[in-house]
């Protein structure tokens, strides 16, 4: 069983490397490239690298990237979608695999292989 220790290292590494993206796209959409946002990707930048490792160190570079990854992947696409109101540009099938993303995020954190 994995503690609480670590699912909060977990939750940090996905909140700043999300983060992270979603100052990068607001800074690359802006007609000026020397903004505020440049320093604070500066700052993020490396933050997303150590918060990753803290998590590969307590969990392996196979969990960890697996599970930080997959996780990034659909909160990064739910902020898309709600705040860059991305909805509009989305198609059905775009939809789809995202859904698909969305389960097997599920299938690889919740049903993990059983001893034999």
Same mark, same amino acid.
């Given at each position: 069983m994995v503690n609480a220790s670590v699912w909060i290292s977990i939750a940090v590494a996905v909140a700043v490397a999300a !983060? &992270?993206?979603?100052?990068?796209?607001?800074?690359?959409?802006?007609?000026?490239k020397v903004s505020i946002w440049l320093p604070a990707m500066l700052v993020l930048s490396p933050l997303v690298f150590v918060t990753f490792g803290m998590v590969a160190a307590r969990t392996? !570079? &196979?969990v960890a990237s697996g599970t930080v990854d997959a996780l990034l992947t659909g909160v990064t696409m739910v902020i898309g979608l709600i705040f860059f109101r991305e909805?509009?540009?989305t198609s059905v099938l775009q939809y789809l695999g995202m859904g698909f993303t969305l389960i097997g995020i599920c299938l690889m954190v919740f049903f993990p292989k059983t001893a034999n």
């Open positions: !983060l &992270a993206n979603s100052v990068s796209a607001v800074w690359a959409s802006g007609a000026n392996g !570079l &196979a909805w509009t540009k």
